[in-house]
């Protein structure tokens, strides 16, 4: 007999969707059983960025033993797991078909029903394995993808409010990183160099005082790269901490100023911070300050630095909020790489 999605105990995730290959099992108390996590970042690095062929083929090498590590992490029976998860979408379409393939047949080996995920949906639900969730809430997704402001008036509603309008918040710090020589990803050695620096470049805040909740990171990506290159016609050698400490600066700024705007006109009493940038040690600062300062009625919630970046384990915690509407994928179950939630028409509070 089929059991009841509201009474599902424990969930079998997977991940594919950039360059982690990931498998987990977590529970509906959001206890993390198993993380398996199988990174090609060293695969990717002198590329410079992901290249999808590769990481497909990663994916395909590592997936099945990211599946028996996890089972035997667990130390759960196969009878004991209720459904499988997985990301379908954003992400690269042949990524994500790994991931997809090796679900559905566990799925359907096992007889167990399958339930499909947002990978950004997953990001905001990482925030669950540290405190319970209150809605509405706000949540600030920033990764090497995606920055959006993001809106949710109940478990599974989203709707993006604000987003960047060219660059991602990630991708601005990969592409800044090379002209700095850090290896990809940059994010997390710029936002350690930017700790022994000071903002001295002071780089332009994009639409810091338009009334509206959208980013942009491009401006300030072209005068990074044009004071760099500026310099090295005039063999000048800039501290490469200032630059990253002004850059740094400049990101958080934005960031910070627009979300705090829009969680007072929201009026929402928690915002979590997710997605791999989420990681950032600047960042958290800066809100946990200011939070403070205008003593806000405010509960920042930002996942550990390990289930910031890509993990199944966010997966599974999204998937019980899928099971308990009822959202299940039947087995032509396909990947979505432009995947998106859906955008406010008019909010309601
Ligand atoms: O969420 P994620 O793991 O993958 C995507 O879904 O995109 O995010 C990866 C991004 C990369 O751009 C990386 O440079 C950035 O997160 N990142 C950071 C930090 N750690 C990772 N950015 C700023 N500060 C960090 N500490
Ligand atoms: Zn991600």
Known sequence: MEKNPQNFKIILAVESSCDETSVAIVTSEQKILSNIVASQIKSHQRFGGVVPEVASRHHVEQIISCFDEAMKQAGVTMDQIDAVAVTYGPGLVGALLIGITAAKTFAWAHNLP???????????????????????????????????????????????????????????????????????????????MAHHGNDTFHFPRAMLKEDNFDFSFSGLKSSFINTVHNAQQKEITLDANDLAASFQASVIEVLVTKTLRCVKELGVKQLVVAGGVAANRGLKETFTKIIAQEQLDLQLIVPPVALCGDNAAMIGSAAFIEAKENHFAAGNLNAKPGLSFPEQQEIEV
């Open 114 to 192: 399958l339930i499909p995920v947002n990978h950004m949906a997953g990001h905001i639900a990482a925030a669950n394995f540290v405190t319970e969730l209150h809605y509405p809430l706000l949540a600030l997704l920033v990764s090497g993808g995606h920055t959006e402001l993001v809106y949710m008036k109940t478990p599974g509603s989203y709707e993006i409010i604000g987003q960047t309008r060219d660059d991602a918040a990630g991708e601005a710090y990969d592409k800044i990183g090379r002209v700095l020589g850090v290896s990809y990803p940059s994010g997390k050695i710029i936002d350690e």
